[in-house]
């Protein structure tokens, strides 16, 4: 059923009070990772999601937090803050609020996460429901956070085809219009409010 309906499933069959969602591609870099992550969860409101810093294998950055960008078409595109930067970048290092994180590897409240529906499933294949998750979880008053000093390795879609892993195959520029019909509003807000970091990545 693909990323969505599988994490669905899997959050509906959970018992536990938290979930944590993690792409079978994603290595925790060693132990003591995710208390810290539980930890401060508990300190944000209902509806808030916590992400980690995500590293390549050659030490770059994968994921330091989430940002969107309008292409000329209209369309609001996400992207990774200082993606392909040394992954030990003071900026990347701080824990701070941001517009998203990634599906890839978050950790979130399962009544939340049932309550707004979990991962919106008519995305195809696995782009852009993890952005509409976050400005649900918005939508209902929760906080994005991401934290720098928990540090996971993603060996990013080297599972995939070659030539499923371009940024503009069709999927991507269906998922993407798709989310613009549904977000842009409430993206444009969001990225007023981030004047600082919008161009950074």
């Known amino acids: 059923g693909g990323y969505a309906l599988a994490n669905n499933f899997g959050a509906a069959e959970a018992s536990g009070a938290t979930l944590v969602l993690m792409n079978s591609d994603v290595i925790p870099e060693g132990p003591g990772w995710l208390e810290p992550m539980v930890a401060r969860l508990q300190a ?15 030490e770059t950055l994968q994921h330091a937090g989430m ?19 040394g992954a030990d970048i003071e900026a ?48 209902r008053g929760g906080a994005i956070h991401y934290i ?7 060996f990013e879609r080297q599972s995939m085809p070659k030539d499923e892993g371009d940024t503009d195959r069709g999927s991507t520029m269906y998922n993407r219009a798709l989310h613009t019909a549904r977000w842009a509003g409430e993206i444009e807000m969001i990225m007023r409010n981030e004047k600082d970091l919008r161009h950074a990545g």
């Open 148 to 154: 720098g000093s928990t540090r996971l390795f993603h």
């Open 92 to 139: 990347a290092g701080m824990e701070r609020s941001v517009p998203a994180v990634t599906g890839a590897c978050l950790v979130v409240r399962r009544s939340d996460f049932l309550a707004v529906g979990g991962f919106t499933a008519d995305y195809v294949i696995g782009d852009y429901e993890d952005s509409d998750l976050c400005l649900k979880m918005r939508q």
């Open 67 to 85: 940002y969107f960008y309008r292409m000329r078409s209209g369309n609001w595109q996400n992207f990774h803050y200082w993606k392909g930067y």
């Open 44 to 58: 944000l409101p209902a509806y808030s999601l916590i992400g980690p810093k995500l590293i390549y294998a050659d």
